[in-house]
């Protein structure tokens, strides 16, 4: 293929949805593409991050930002952890 063959072959935008033809919007997810296998609480949590996710127009959450959801989801720490007390 000559240079200027190769430079007319359509380059996709790998950014938007639509730049692969049906795909649509799927997103790749930090966690997997289904939470169908999950527990009742691992399924809210996987929602509430991916509803983070969308509305912050984030890929991946930090642990910063994981830590902020649990918290709003209500979770709360009771005693030390396991980990702590080794340390």
């Known amino acids: 293929m000559s240079e ?11 950014r938007r949805a639509a730049a692969f033809p049906g795909e649509g919007s799927v997103e790749r997810r930090q966690f997997g593409n289904s939470l169908a296998h999950l527990s009742p609480g691992a399924r809210e949590l996987g929602s509430a991050i991916d509803r983070y996710k969308l ?33």
């Open 4 to 14: 200027q063959d190769h430079e007319s072959l359509p380059f996709p935008d790998r």
């Open 55 to 87: 509305e912050n127009r984030r890929r991946f959450v930090t642990y910063e930002e994981m830590y902020e959801i649990i918290t709003k989801l209500g979770y709360a720490k009771t005693e030390p952890s396991p980990v702590q007390k080794q340390a």
